[in-house]
């Protein structure tokens, strides 16, 4: 079964309070940077692609 780690937190930025919830999974395969990155470099690719 897939384990989530869940994590709450609070953060006051002015008179707004932001609450961030988060889960991480034990059965990803990769980080939310590497995912983050892989996601830019494809779109980055797909515009370059389009422009030529």
């Known amino acids: 079964m897939d384990e989530k780690t869940i994590s709450i937190t609070e ?26 990155k892989r996601m830019i470099l494809s779109d980055v690719k797909s515009l370059e692609m389009k422009a030529s």
């Open 11 to 36: 953060k006051a930025i002015g008179d707004t309070l932001y609450i961030i919830e988060s889960a991480v999974s034990s059965a990803a395969k990769e980080t939310a940077y590497d995912k983050l």
